[in-house]
């Protein structure tokens, strides 16, 4: 099959076109094949493809493999096909990850400007700084007229710069050798334990981790497996190394005789609260409900802490910009209206 990189809303767009078709009933090769009508002649020929080993007996989830969708995507189809709820899958799926794609989208729009305008300053700033201000400063010298507060603000920047830069080159390096050398070859769960200790980061990837093996073990637990059986679910997805491994630690932790919930308590990449609605649900016998309901409450919490970083990141920068741009005036100015006083 040919691959043709499906952007983020192409691969959503599809995913929910096939639900709302499953959901009406239409066979999943029927959707596949109405969905053609609605797309350019090179998607055409990937879904007739895919119909084709859709026939030959190949699961969905290993056409979209080969359609290079995105990993989660393929995650909730691989789960759906085993718990029965494609249509429902089909259409969660596509909008839980279209809104994280607005969401970096927006921030990268909220983020862009702002550091547009960084750059034009800071070329402005190299100027003033090696070319205009020494000239002005040599004659504000010769006249006994004292650096003023954004004269000192310009040479401090200045003198810090190089060593901001030189510690963020530092930075980048350090860490792109941590990653192909040591992190990269880390067992999964091995990874996320470490990302864990990245502030503000561990945050946001807790409460996403929480919310899709919340959700896709209640969609399992719903659709009549037991825990051990959706945990198998969780090993056979070769897809997701990292939900792989950690349905195959659940398992083995169980057969020794440990507690569910308290298993959830070893991983710090999970909300503490997971622990706790595990117990509840075994006790009341409503485990699947309550998982549900969590996983909304993670993707509820996602999306607010997201909107409340977005809104604090751009007036820090726009503070920062206004602060040099100010200063550089100043630094000009006060200087030039104390000559022309003592003219």
Same mark, same amino acid.
């Given at each position: 099959?040919? #691959?043709?990189?499906?952007?983020?809303?192409e691969?959503?767009?599809?995913?929910?076109?096939?639900?709302?078709?499953l959901? *009406?009933?239409?066979?999943?090769?029927?959707?596949l094949?109405?969905i053609t009508?609605?797309?350019?002649?090179?998607r055409?020929?990937?879904i007739?493809?895919g119909?084709?080993?859709?026939?030959?007996?190949?699961?969905f989830?290993?056409?979209?493999?080969?359609m290079?969708?995105?990993?989660? /995507?393929?995650g909730?189809v %691989?789960?759906?096909e085993q718990?029965g709820?494609?249509a429902?899958?089909f259409?969660?799926g596509?909008?839980?990850i279209?809104?994280r794609?607005?969401?970096?989208a927006?921030?990268k729009?909220l983020?862009?400007?702002?550091?547009?305008l960084?750059?034009i300053?800071?070329i402005?700033?190299?100027?003033?700084?090696?070319?205009?201000?020494?000239n002005? !400063?040599?004659?504000?010298?010769?006249?006994?007229?004292e650096?003023?507060?954004f004269t000192?603000v310009? &040479?401090?920047?200045?003198?810090?710069l190089? $060593?901001?830069l030189?510690?963020l080159?530092?930075?980048?390096?350090?860490?792109?050798?941590?990653y192909?050398r040591f992190? *990269?070859i /880390?067992?999964?769960?091995?990874?996320? =334990?470490?990302?864990?200790?990245?502030? $503000? =980061?561990?945050?946001?990837? *807790?409460?996403?981790?929480?919310?899709?093996?919340?959700?896709q073990?209640?969609?399992l637990?719903s659709?009549?497996? !037991?825990?051990?059986?959706?945990?198998?679910?969780?090993? #056979?997805?070769?897809?997701q190394?990292?939900?792989?491994?950690?349905g195959?630690?659940?398992?083995?932790?169980l #057969?020794?005789?440990?507690?569910?919930?308290n298993?959830?308590? /070893? &991983?710090? %990449?999970f909300? #503490?609260?997971?622990?706790?609605?595990?117990?509840h649900?075994?006790?009341?016998?409503?485990?699947?409900?309550?998982?549900?309901?969590?996983?909304n409450v993670?993707?509820?919490?996602?999306e607010?802490?997201?909107?409340k970083?977005m809104?604090?990141?751009?007036?820090?920068?726009?503070m920062?910009?206004?602060?040099?741009? =100010?200063?550089?005036?100043m630094?000009?100015?006060?200087?030039?209206?104390?000559?022309?006083?003592?003219?």
């Amino acid at each position: 099959m040919k #691959r043709h990189k499906w952007t983020i809303k192409e691969q959503t767009t599809f995913l929910k076109m096939m639900g709302e078709l499953l959901l *009406r009933g239409y066979p999943l090769t029927e959707a596949l094949d109405s969905i053609t009508f609605h797309l350019p002649k090179n998607r055409k020929n990937e879904i007739k493809e895919g119909i084709d080993c859709l026939k030959e007996g190949y699961p969905f989830y290993s056409i979209l493999q080969k359609m290079d969708f995105h990993e989660h /995507l393929i995650g909730y189809v %691989f789960f759906a096909e085993q718990h029965g709820g494609l249509a429902t899958a089909f259409i969660e799926g596509s909008q839980i990850i279209q809104k994280r794609a607005n969401d970096l989208a927006k921030l990268k729009k909220l983020i862009s400007y702002p550091l547009f305008l960084m750059l034009i300053t800071i070329i402005i700033f190299t100027f003033v700084q090696k070319y205009l201000l020494p000239n002005f !400063s040599s004659l504000f010298s010769t006249m006994n007229i004292e650096a003023n507060f954004f004269t000192n603000v310009i &040479y401090l920047v200045s003198d810090m710069l190089p $060593i901001l830069l030189l510690f963020l080159l530092i930075f980048i390096l350090f860490s792109t050798y941590y990653y192909f050398r040591f992190f *990269r070859i /880390l067992q999964p769960i091995e990874q996320k =334990v470490k990302l864990m200790k990245i502030p $503000i =980061v561990a945050g946001f990837l *807790r409460l996403f981790y929480s919310h899709y093996f919340s959700i896709q073990l209640s969609h399992l637990l719903s659709g009549g497996l !037991s825990i051990n059986e959706a945990l198998s679910m969780f090993e #056979r997805n070769e897809e997701q190394p990292f939900y792989k491994q950690l349905g195959s630690e659940i398992k083995l932790s169980l #057969r020794t005789g440990e507690k569910l919930e308290n298993i959830f308590n /070893l &991983y710090p %990449f999970f909300e #503490r609260e997971l622990a706790m609605i595990v117990k509840h649900g075994q006790e009341n016998g409503k485990l699947a409900e309550e998982l549900l309901f969590f996983a909304n409450v993670c993707l509820q919490t996602l999306e607010e802490q997201m909107d409340k970083w977005m809104k604090k990141i751009q007036p820090v920068l726009y503070m920062l910009i206004g602060l040099l741009i =100010v200063s550089m005036y100043m630094a000009v100015l006060l200087p030039m209206f104390h000559l022309l006083d003592g003219i």
